[in-house]
């Protein structure tokens, strides 16, 4: 393929079942493909806010998914919409037009998906990410017995404990775990029904369902399942019916033999949001922990994803040991940070990986890497911080009211919290004047939708995490 329009397409609509409904609707749907005079073709977007998270959240992924349709091995930039003079659209230098008057930036034409997904192709669409595979899952003393219970989840393996249950903190595999579950065992029974969805699409889409009277259409949909795989169950609690539902869904299942598959940041007792008839069901089947990675295991995923990046011409060679474990040293959190460290490292090395040396990596990644302990960052803080930038009182942040002059500072504050602290919805809520996860849920995403618009809150935003990292 070598028309950028279908290239983008096509890459836009892989990305989007990856980066989820929300990122891709602020930041990659508004954007565009163009070229500039010399032929290079940019992703331009609608803000620099929208631009940066690209350049740090998708970008690299965009690249790879490109490379492998792009017939002329063509690399994507970015750049805002302020940044690009008179440039013509992508199609047109593909067919010679380079010097065609400027179009304005087209919006990607957004596909719809059916609400729950159902074999094969439709399980695609309701989020499996390819990569998530056995083949790309690193084995390690946290996970080995997880990995052993979700090989033989997939086998279809007699005896299967109903519900499987992992749970762990978050960042550490276990959506990973489920995605390769659900394709392992779609691929040995193409006829089984096998759905896989998370629980906050199960919620919305319940109720969704509610609104538009066709609650029969949901439940006949997932209760024809031969395998339900839900994803972040803990995202369940909170709203009585879609619980109740949860239940009748998992009981009917149970009944009929079929195979079910969760996962959660806790284990099912310690779901304390979670109504007590459906957290003991929950616990009736296996509960399997998967641990925090040692640092052995961040350095085999650092390297499988090196290898993964040179197989598709990303990078060439291999870094030496002591820069991989110069990267995990110096990356505090999760598999999730580690494996965008070593995104960075990759787009800043390409062919020039295996020669890097530490001091190098150091010089290049700079303040990407962190130099000492990383100063931990409370909800307190946050509060504060917020409050004082929007001259408010912390007070007013976790009362009732709604108007939107301390809405909105609430809103930028659960966002905060959300990426500076590993609170889960339901314990931000808690510490909002009790309010319910989704209340949070929905000012985290508002919060995403508005920075990617409306560069007043994207600079709000700005300036307050730089205040709260000091
Ligand atoms: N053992 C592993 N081998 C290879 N990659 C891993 C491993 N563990 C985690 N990862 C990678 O780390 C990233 C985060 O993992 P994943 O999304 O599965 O975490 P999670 O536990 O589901 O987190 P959350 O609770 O936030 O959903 C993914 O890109 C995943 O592929």
Not at 72 to 80: D, G, M, Y
Not at 199 to 214: C, G, K, W, Y
Request: with cysteine; hydrophobic share 40%; net charge positive.
């Amino acid at each position: 393929m070598t028309d950028p329009d279908r290239i983008w397409t096509e890459a836009a609509g892989r990305l989007r079942s990856e980066i989820g409904e929300g990122a891709f609707s602020s930041y990659i749907a508004p954007s565009a493909v163009r070229a500039d005079g010399a032929g290079q073709l940019i992703l331009v977007t609608p803000t620099a806010y929208a631009r940066d998270w690209v350049r740090k959240n998708a970008l690299r992924r965009m690249n790879e998914l490109w490379l492998g349709l792009d017939g002329l091995s063509r690399r994507l930039e970015v750049r805002c919409r302020a940044e690009m003079g008179s440039v013509a659209p992508a199609s047109q230098v593909a067919a010679g037009r380079a010097e065609a008057p400027a179009a304005n930036v087209v919006p990607m034409p957004m596909a719809t998906h059916g609400p729950v997904a159902d074999g094969a192709r439709a399980v695609r669409a309701a989020g499996l990410q390819e990569r998530l595979t056995f083949d790309s899952f690193v084995e390690g003393q946290g996970n080995a017995f997880a990995l052993a219970i979700a090989r033989q989840a997939a086998c279809w393996a007699d005896g299967h404990f109903n519900p499987i249950f992992f749970c762990g903190p978050y960042g550490y595999g276990k959506t990973h775990l489920l995605n390769a579950i659900a394709w392992e065992a779609q691929r040995l029974r193409p006829d089984a029904k096998v759905v896989y969805l998370t629980a906050e699409r199960f919620l919305s889409t319940f109720v969704r369902a509610m609104q538009d009277r066709s609650t029969a259409a949901f439940k006949e949909s997932l209760r024809g399942a031969d395998m339900l795989l839900i994803d972040d169950v803990q995202f369940v609690g909170g709203k009585a019916s879609t619980q109740d539902e949860l239940l009748a869904t998992l009981t009917s299942l149970i009944e009929d033999g079929k195979r079910i598959v969760l996962s959660a940041d806790r284990p099912p007792m310690a779901l304390t949001e979670v109504e007590p008839r459906l957290r003991s069901h929950l616990a009736s089947g296996l509960t399997c922990p998967v641990e925090p990675a040692d640092r052995a295991l961040k350095l085999a995923v650092a390297r499988n994803r090196i290898q993964a990046l040179a197989d598709l011409g990303v990078v060439s060679g291999e870094a030496r040991p002591e820069v991989l474990e110069h990267l995990v040293d110096r990356t505090p959190g999760s598999m999730r940070e580690l494996e965008g460290a070593v995104n960075t490292l990759a787009a800043v090395a390409g062919a020039r990986l295996s020669a890097l040396t530490v001091e190098e990596v150091q010089t290049l990644l700079g303040s990407a890497l962190r130099g000492g302990p990383e100063r931990r960052i409370t909800v307190d803080e946050i509060q504060k911080t917020v409050a004082e930038h929007f001259t408010l009182k912390q007070a007013d942040l976790l009362s009732e009211r709604r108007t939107r002059s301390v809405a909105r500072p609430r809103q930028i504050a659960m966002w905060l919290c959300k990426q500076h602290t590993t609170r889960s919805y339901p314990d931000i809520g808690r510490r909002f004047g009790g309010r319910d996860h989704t209340t949070v849920l929905h000012g985290v995403r508002k919060i995403e939708e508005l920075m990617a618009h409306d560069d007043q809150i994207a600079r709000d935003v700005e300036a307050l995490t730089r205040k709260l990292r000091g």
